[in-house]
């Protein structure tokens, strides 16, 4: 720990801090995140495969890091069973941390899954610099351990992060076919709580003789041009009257599936505190949300129609279609952490599925 390392930018732009966790040279694509608290919720959220996170709020490390307990298959406190970005860039970090259920050292952490970190930077100007060029590859640099600068979204990051093979989770009433992307613990938690059985099959996985009620495609990392195995797949599932409900990356290929079209956004949203509009009932509710990739909702066929809008970019947030019980949002009601002003879209989900059966 504290030895001399640096972030570096493909146009020479350098931040100069010092280490911690494991002291290895990383690139990847340089993203940020607004929340205060949540950091290991972050750094095992699968959707930041291949990136390296920036993270804007000054104290980090302060409660240390949870213990790694298990309930019903998944880690009670994680987002998923390992750290998935490729590097972390703070502020400052604390090394004298205090919780209750703090079980060892952030630094202690990412040195056992050799992630390694940067700090004693002004994260604010990073994330200036990141607003004012657009998205930016970057690297972490130990002295005489320089690397090339590596584009993440040129790799199929989804079928790194999703399972190997089928598993189930719960012995509820309704059956939930959730295809995994990246997907984020508390979105099956969500599910669980809502009397369901869970069959989580991988990214690649054909369903299309499998028995379920409901069909939830997740979240995830990278450009989701890279997945059209999943796209065939949601194509066959869009001729029967099975709700479907996708989340962020679900999102994009649900929109990739009906035949509209996704692109790169300059910035991303990173953050713990998006505003988005709900078209249909005209409120608006505060989100979490991480992802490069969009849907451009004038692609859109007219089988289907914009169901929330970002009120900073006016960028798509979601979309249904207009007669049957399909829908997606691009940000996470599962927010963990996060606001959790739009858990009530589970609950929507499941009286689709009551419906359905019935």
């Known amino acids: 720990m504290n030895r001399k390392a640096s972030l570096i930018f493909p146009d020479g732009t350098q931040f100069e801090g010092l280490s911690f966790g494991f002291e290895g040279s990383c690139a990847g694509e340089v993203v940020f995140n607004t929340a205060m608290t949540g950091y290991p919720e972050s750094l095992t959220d699968p959707s ?13 490390g302060n409660y ?8 019903q298959g998944m880690h009670e406190f994680y987002e998923s069973d390992r750290i998935h970005l490729t590097g972390f860039v703070i502020s400052s970090y ?12 952030l630094d202690d952490w990412m040195n056992e899954q050799k992630i390694p970190g940067i700090y004693g930077v002004d994260t604010a100007a990073i994330t200036k610099h990141i607003r004012e060029h657009g998205a930016m590859l970057g690297k972490i640099v130990f002295e005489n351990q320089d690397i090339d600068f590596f584009d993440p979204n040129q790799d199929n990051l989804v079928a790194q992060v999703s399972i190997a093979q089928k598993q189930v989770y719960g012995s509820g009433l309704h059956r ?11 979105i099956i938690r969500h599910l669980l709580q809502r009397n369901t059985t869970v069959i989580r099959v991988p990214w690649d996985y054909d369903y299309s003789n499998e028995e379920y009620d409901g069909l ?15 796209v065939q797949q949601l194509k066959m599932a869009f001729e029967n009257e099975r709700p479907i409900f996708g989340i962020c990356l679900g999102n994009q290929l649900m929109s990739l599936a009906s035949g509209a079209k996704t692109y790169k956004l300059k910035y991303g949203h990173r953050s713990h505190n998006q505003p988005v509009w709900h078209l249909q009932t005209q409120r608006a509710y505060i989100t979490s949300q991480n992802h ?7 692609t859109l066929n007219s089988d289907w129609e914009p169901n929330f809008v970002n009120l900073n970019d006016q960028t798509n947030e979601g979309f249904r279609h207009k007669t049957k019980p399909f829908f997606s949002t691009q940000f996470h009601p599962e927010a963990s952490g996060g606001p959790t002003d739009t858990e009530f879209l589970f609950d929507e989900f499941i009286e689709l599925i009551q419906k359905n059966k019935l």
Do not use: M, R
Not at 216 to 230: A, E, L, R, V, Y
Not at 292 to 298: H, K, R
């Open 292 to 298: 490069g990739f969009a849907v451009d909702s004038s």
């Open 64 to 71: 240390g890091v949870p213990h790694a307990d298990k309930d």
């Open 216 to 230: 939830f495609i997740s979240n995830g990392p990278g450009d989701p041009t890279q997945c059209q195995i999943t």
């Open 176 to 186: 939930v076919l959730l295809v995994d992307c990246g997907v984020k613990n508390n």
């Open 94 to 105: 604390s090394e004298n941390y205090s919780h209750w259920n703090a079980n060892q050292s």
């Open 48 to 60: 930041y495969k291949g990136q390296i996170l920036v993270a804007t709020y000054p104290i980090i």
